[in-house]
């Protein structure tokens, strides 16, 4: 970070920003700048040092004792790529469930169990097993990634491997941080983005960003800012469709006999069919301010705010909504096939994700002793809806949706519109203080000492909006009806109101607050360095509103079968006899031992820990009735506790013929014990509700390597890859735990042991965790030359994802295939004028990077067909 000339305090508002807008408009006066770095770049020999701050120093990536990968400002642009699905691919040992922009999981080293449904996240979500990272500030959310835009970003850093030590609760695998450009004292620079691309088979992409850094009082006081709009054309094709109710629900099927009323209401989809229906616009702001108050201190201050709308869906269906079966293990299937990138939806879906964040760090030193405070608050709102008409094909479809109950009469009965939707309220705050203590870096033994607070608050609203039997009138004569809910008021009185059946809203929050330290000593100086580290951790966690639906409610005709209902039938979290709040406390450690075997080579041993919080469940309901006694053995528990991940990994990081060929490396042994594992089971007697416990204990193996070299004269070459073998090395099956088996005489003695009644639903002894594929590899080649007063470059990309599963243990599972593709780029810059061409998937790979049935519908979320693009950006810089 530069500085201005001494002693200079005049506020230069006025000529600082005319000089900008002077360099804006004069090619000549920094031509002969961006030429000349140009030149340099193409010029050079050796490989750039990259900077990264992942044990919370500012080191070479090269001396950093763990896996690390840094995807630099640089990088992400000559890769072409803004957001979180886009650049994951390129990164190792990463991988992600993904369901939509900015909706899923994001995994490291196949440390990953998801359900992967989508819905009420925020209510039944596990907390993430990666920490996500906006600069100091933690921010990951249950089911939703936050997904920052990658504009004007310094770097991406992934840590791999458990950080519980100085990253926290989260960081149960590794850790993903976006580290954006900091204000400059001392330079006025700026840059400025347009692009324009073609979706296959989709529409139109158009991105716009400009960036701006001021100086407004030399040496002391500057700003930057950030600004962009980059909207994605859909390329999901919504198909005209009917929905006809068929013998063959699963409603049908058990409660009626597969007879179908006559008088039920077929739909058609005709007021929502379109093409590309799931266009995905990126639009935000950042500012950020840097004081510096002296030459001791200084102080940044940052505010970000990114709205992130997508309309549609992002999933595609191999068969329509129409001849939608079901197989033996509940999975929807189809007879009528549709075209690639198609669906047959009912009703509007769309999922708006905005986030708000505001960050103050102070860095200054006392005497030797360098001292950091972050503080920040983030606050995200999301607003989803998705059709969710094909629930009507489901278990309880015709519960909801249908009167009448005969198994030998059409005649009898009637069942209304299916059409239905399911809807998501959202809002999550974040606020967190770190202060931490280091010593000078050039000391044999050095010191980082800390402390953390956090309070962490999600309160989610998730309305299922299928029943659509009509209210029943005041009077009684509308007997075929059944009594719906309006939202959980806090009071058993209720008001009817139509087509909710069944909704959470409830508030969870985490207070966390730890203490922890590292240490570093020279055994031998600068060659021999052993570092310990430990982090101790105290949880305060609670759950409360409600968990409400109208089972039990309903009224039949000709007969009663259940009701007249009361009161909403579920479980309010602030009553309930089973827990709604818990604490959790431990300590997570760390040790590592690395060896300079030369200025260039580092060789390191590391054992690490990481944890995460453990999470509630909606309803302490107990199932898997005894035959003989028909007391439920098993109930669900009210909480899980933490799981933990220990990490022993051998790694290198090595530079070869002066400083042109890297290669890094690792292997590692990774053991999860006390997993936390959702289940989501109406077909296997556990339910309809998700639910987490712990359960499994799993051993990871796996070897990364890394490879880049600047093979010759401009000519880079990338190579990059992971295998991760992954087994469950326990097959616990549930355990009977239900108060009720110890006052039975007959039944006492089942308490406390396994359930084998049922099959295991953990899955058995070897069976995989989800979403993480065995083998990832990428590669990249880029040739740099200079045409005269041109610098011209050719990039190629390569990557491939081996198959993966979509779920473990007798949830219904698909096995997802593995893909390849392929991107290329070309362009030419001259003075501070850049101009390229670039392809994504470039042969057009259909692939699935999830599969659910989570929507009753069996759905597929492809790979972003082929993108054929062109950009254009202007930079300039005046000191």
């Known amino acids: 970070m530069g500085e201005g000339r001494d002693g200079e305090t005049t506020v230069k508002y006025y000529p600082k920003i005319a000089s900008a807008i002077a360099a804006a408009l004069s090619a000549h ?78 995994f490291m080293r196949g440390i ?120 994605h054309g859909g390329y999901i094709n919504n198909l005209p469709s009917t929905f006809t109710r068929l013998g063959t629900d699963e409603g049908f099927t058990r409660y009626n006999g597969g007879v179908v009323p006559t008088n039920s209401v077929v739909i058609n989809n005709n007021n929502v069919v ?32 990114q709205n992130m709308d997508s309309q549609g869906v992002f999933y595609e269906m191999p068969f329509g909504s129409e001849g939608t079966t079901f197989n033996a293990v509940g999975q929807p299937i189809g007879s009528v096939p549709l075209p690639p990138l198609s669906v047959t939806l009912f009703n509007p879906s769309r999922n708006n994700d905005k986030f708000e964040n505001t960050a103050l760090v102070v860095n200054g030193n006392i005497s030797d002793l360098k001292l950091v405070y972050s503080g920040a608050y983030l606050v995200r709102n999301v607003d989803q809806q998705q059709d969710y008409t094909n629930y009507a094909r489901g278990v309880f479809g015709y519960y909801y949706q249908c009167v009448g109950y005969s198994k030998t009469s059409a005649a009898v009965g009637q069942c209304y519109t299916p059409s239905t939707v399911w809807t998501e309220k959202e809002r999550s705050t974040q606020q967190s203080h770190e202060l931490r203590v280091s010593s000078p870096d050039d000391l044999r033994v050095r010191a980082l000492v800390g402390a953390y607070w956090e309070k962490y608050d999600i309160v989610d609203t998730t309305f299922w909006h299928y029943t659509t039997v009509p209210i029943c009138s005041p009077t009684g004569i509308n007997t075929n009806c059944y009594l719906p809910l309006q939202p959980w008021s806090g009071s058993p009185a209720f008001t009817p109101v139509p087509a909710i059946g069944f909704f959470d809203d409830g508030e969870r929050v985490y207070k966390q607050l730890a203490e922890f330290a590292s240490i570093d000593f020279d055994i031998i100086p600068k060659r021999l360095t052993l570092t310990g580290g430990i982090r101790h951790f105290k949880y305060d966690e609670r759950q409360t509103g409600g968990d409400v639906g109208s089972f039990y409610c309903k009224q039949f005709a000709p007969t009663t079968y259940f009701g007249p209902c009361l009161a909403p039938f579920g479980t309010d979290f602030d009553t309930r006899a089973a827990p709604n709040s818990a604490k959790a406390t431990g300590s997570r450690s760390r040790a590592n031992l690395s060896w300079k075997v030369t200025p260039d080579v580092l060789l390191y041993a590391t054992w690490s820990q990481g944890f995460r919080a453990g999470t509630f469940n909606r309803s302490t309901s107990c199932h898997l009735p005894l035959n003989a006694a028909g007391i439920n053995e098993y109930c669900v528990p009210a909480f899980t506790v933490p799981d933990n991940v220990t990490n022993k990994e051998f790694g290198w990081k090595t530079e070869w013929l002066d400083h042109r060929i890297q290669v890094n490396g690792s292997i590692y042994r990774e053991d999860w014990t006390n997993a936390q594992v959702g289940f989501f089971d109406p077909q296997g007697g556990l339910g309809n509700l998700q639910f987490d416990t712990n359960g499994p204990s799993y051993r990871v193996k796996g070897v990364e390597s890394f490879i880049l070299a600047r093979a010759t004269s401009g000519l880079t070459v990338q190579l990059a890859g992971s295998w991760n073998s992954v087994e469950q090395t326990n097959s616990p099956f549930l355990i009977a735990n239900n108060p009720a088996l110890l006052a039975n005489m007959a039944t006492a003695p089942l308490y406390g042991k396994p359930i084998t009644s049922v099959p295991n639903p953990y899955g058995p002894l070897g069976s995989p965790t989800t979403y993480s594929p065995p083998f990832k590899f990428y590669g990249r080649v880029r040739y740099d030359w200079l045409i005269k007063d041109y610098a011209a470059f050719v990039q190629a990309t390569g990557d491939h994802q081996a198959h993966m599963v979509s779920a473990t243990g007798f949830v219904p599972a698909y096995d997802i295939p593995g893909f390849t593709t392929y991107s290329a780029s070309v362009g030419v810059a001259r003075g501070g004028w850049t101009a390229q061409a670039y392809a994504q998937n470039l042969t057009d790979v259909n692939a699935s990077v999830a599969t659910t049935s989570g929507q009753f519908v069996l759905a597929k979320y492809p790979l972003r067909p082929r993108v054929l693009g062109v950009k254009f950006s202007y930079s300039f810089t005046e000191k």
């Open 29 to 106: 006066s920094i031509g002969a700048y961006a030429q000349s770095a140009a030149r340099e770049a193409t010029a050079s020999e050796g490989i750039q040092e990259v900077v990264v701050t992942a044990q919370r120093r500012v080191e070479n990536i090269q001396d950093v004792p763990i896996t690390v990968q840094a995807l630099t400002a640089e990088t992400l642009k000559q890769l072409n790529v803004t957001s979180l699905d886009e650049f994951i691919k390129f990164l190792p040992g990463v991988s992600q469930l993904s369901t939509g922009p900015a909706q899923g999981d994001v």
């Open 112 to 231: 990953s169990i998801s359900v992967g449904t989508g819905q009420g996240g925020g209510t039944t979500g596990a907390v993430p097993a990666v920490a996500i990272y906006f600069d100091e500030q933690s921010g990951q959310l249950p089911g939703r990634n936050l997904d920052v835009y990658a504009a004007d970003l310094e770097r991406i850093e992934v840590l791999e491997g458990p950080q519980g030590t100085l990253f926290g609760g989260g960081a149960l695998s590794g850790v993903l941080r976006y580290i954006t450009n900091k204000p400059k004292l001392d330079v006025t620079e700026g840059s400025f983005e347009a692009g324009y691309g073609i979706t296959a088979h989709g529409d139109p992409n158009t991105n716009v960003s400009a960036v701006i850094n001021l100086p407004l009082i030399a040496n002391t006081l500057a700003v930057r800012g950030v600004a962009y709009n980059d909207r």
């Open 274 to 305: 379109s093409r590309a229906i799931n266009p995905l616009t990126y639009t935000g702001v950042r500012v950020e301010g840097l004081w510096k108050i002296n030459d001791n201190w200084d102080a940044l201050l940052t505010q970000s705010y």
